[in-house]
């Protein structure tokens, strides 16, 4: 895929996220792109990210929910402020409110789809729904609450 991710616009600095940072060489380093009005992300989860044998840990379908619903508010955002993604000053977000709902067991060793849809956007807050999908089936939801990321959090340079 030729096409660049949101987490590939992220600045070098904060590129170090456990999720989405591509300077976390343990990480996961999850890939977002748009998909219409929907954002997308792909992943296939390792045999470690076991809960119960033949099924994914629940920590691991939040992290995917969470990081993926941060990258897709920044894409969003860009977009609302008809900017175009990595321009500055950059756009990060971080989490304040997380929440999901599993709704049957996820099974391992298949493509993990993760849909988010921005459901509102205002000032430094954007609210996002994520869906994950195994095998066309919906596993989990959630709603993610996102802020732009506070100054104090930025590295000194």
């Known amino acids: 895929m030729t096409q660049k ?5 992220y600045p070098e600095d904060l590129s170090h ?4 940072g591509s300077h976390n060489e343990k990480g996961l380093q999850i890939k977002s792109f748009w998909d219409g009005e929907e954002s997308v992300c792909t992943y296939t989860p390792r045999d470690y990210h076991t809960a119960i044998p033949g099924f994914v840990y629940g920590g691991l379908i939040a992290s995917l ?8 508010a920044s894409a969003a955002k860009y977009r609302a402020e008809g900017r175009e993604m990595g321009s ?6 971080v989490t304040a409110s997380l929440h999901v709902d599993y709704l049957l ?5 298949v493509p993990l789809e993760v849909r988010g849809k921005v459901k509102m956007i205002k000032g430094r807050r954007v609210v996002v729904e994520a869906r994950l999908l ?15 990321m506070p100054e104090n959090m930025k590295p000194a340079k």
Request: overall charge negative; charged content about 15%.
């Open 88 to 93: 500055d000053p950059p756009i990060r977000f």
């Open 134 to 148: 195994a095998e066309g089936k919906v596993c989990a939801q959630g709603e993610v609450v996102v802020v732009q």
């Open 5 to 9: 991710a949101f987490q590939d616009y």
């Open 65 to 72: 929910i969470d990081c993926h619903s941060t990258g897709t």
């Open 105 to 109: 067991p996820t099974p391992i060793g």
């Open 17 to 20: 996220c456990y999720g989405c």
